[in-house]
């Protein structure tokens, strides 16, 4: 998995914009960097990277990126992370369990998304929602 041309520019783009001097990045921008160029690290991941510099070069933060994911498609995304929830394997969610999800988990969300989430998504007459549904809805408000 290598980087094309088109993402070694954007990456080289969103480098100007935040180095501090010409050919060095602030450790603390990386993660922006990588962001723009369509990369997810998470925070394990650009603390490898940094490990103990103050600042990055371009060549090590594209070095870095050569071997990440980039442009995940969204949907994808979401749909795998639901897919945990869904035990049977049928493309969908208990909706009790998850708006308990929703509300308590990661970053938590408000109780009026919660509910414009739940009335947008149809639940069916055993209580769940399709996953798809959910997908849509998170696509479509980002």
Do not use: W, Y
Request: proline content about 4%; some cysteine.
């Amino acid at each position: 998995m290598g980087l094309s041309a088109a993402d070694k520019d954007i990456i080289t783009e969103a480098f100007q914009l935040f180095e501090d001097s010409p050919g060095k990045l602030p450790a603390r921008q990386v993660g922006e960097v990588m962001r723009a160029a369509g990369a997810n690290p998470g925070n394990s991941d650009l603390e490898k990277i940094i490990g103990n510099k103050s600042h990055l070069t371009l060549e090590q933060v594209t070095g870095a990126m050569s071997g990440m994911s980039v442009h995940e498609d969204p949907k994808a995304v979401v749909s795998d992370c639901l897919a945990i929830f869904d035990s049977a394997g049928q493309g969908r969610v208990d909706a009790a369990e998850f708006r308990s999800i929703m509300a308590n988990m990661g970053d938590n969300f408000a109780p009026e998304e919660i509910g414009q989430l739940m009335l947008t998504c149809e639940v069916d007459n055993d209580g769940f929602i399709n996953i798809e549904d959910i997908v849509k809805f998170c696509v479509e408000n980002k």
